[in-house]
């Protein structure tokens, strides 16, 4: 019984973490009405991806280290001035269906890096929950993983679904720029929440 919870926690978490409004989900978000849903699955599983890589890092590494708060601070600031760069690039979209390529790989991946509450989050709530799994199950804290990112993924996918049902709306007459620059600000929101908390704990 004690076992089930521990799975059924760990995929509770991913759904949470998924639903959480966040730049992942504004991107996602954004991309959808630029080209539809099926063209927005490329940020969602690009995130996964980069989140995957950073997860594994921390489960195998990170976990046995004391790492300062600092650290994450730093890390912060840095997500901060990503942020701010795909607000910019939001901000300029005019028309939908652009051809330019805004979400790259690289971007993603540097906003999932540079994220401090992303490793807060996996260092503080994840790691504890995935060692526990291990104790029940050989590889327990691997299993965490895909069960996190499989809640993640269902969330992330669903909601960016559901937004997407929008897009004939919001396509009608002269919407096309405001949408996207009410997006931009979301994502600018997102990067001075980011810098003001980095710039409390570097104070304190």
Same mark, same amino acid.
């Given at each position: 019984?004690? =076992?089930? &919870?521990? +799975? @059924?926690?760990? %995929?509770?978490?991913?759904? $949470? ?6 730049? !992942?989900? #504004? ?29 594994? =890092?921390? &489960?195998? +590494? @990170?976990?046995? %280290?004391?790492?300062?708060? $600092? ?6 600031? !840095?997500? #901060? ?29 540097? =906003? ?93």
């Amino acid at each position: 019984m004690e =076992l089930l &919870l521990q +799975i @059924f926690s760990a %995929f509770m978490l991913g759904l $949470i973490g998924g639903a959480t409004p966040g730049p !992942i989900l #504004t991107s996602a978000f954004a991309e959808s009405l630029r080209k539809g849903f099926i063209n927005s699955l490329r940020i969602i599983f690009m995130a996964m991806i980069s989140e995957v890589i950073v997860a594994l =890092l921390i &489960l195998s +590494i @990170f976990f046995s %280290f004391h790492i300062p708060q $600092i650290i994450f601070s730093v890390i912060s600031l !840095i997500g #901060t001035a990503v942020l701010i760069w795909l607000a910019l690039q939001v901000w300029k979209i005019k028309k939908f269906d652009g051809e330019e390529t805004i979400f790259s790989f690289k971007k993603i991946f540097l =906003l999932t890096v540079f994220s401090g509450p992303f490793w807060i989050f996996w260092l503080a709530i994840c790691v504890p929950q995935a060692f526990l799994l291990k104790q029940k199950i050989a590889g327990g804290q691997f299993l965490f993983l895909i069960l996190f990112e499989l809640g993640w993924l269902i969330a992330t996918t669903g909601l960016t679904f559901l937004f997407s049902r929008f897009r004939p709306l919001l396509t009608k007459g002269n919407f096309v720029s405001v949408v996207f620059k009410i997006l931009a600000l979301i994502l600018l929101f997102f990067a001075i929440k980011l810098a003001m908390g980095s710039l409390v704990l570097l104070t304190r």
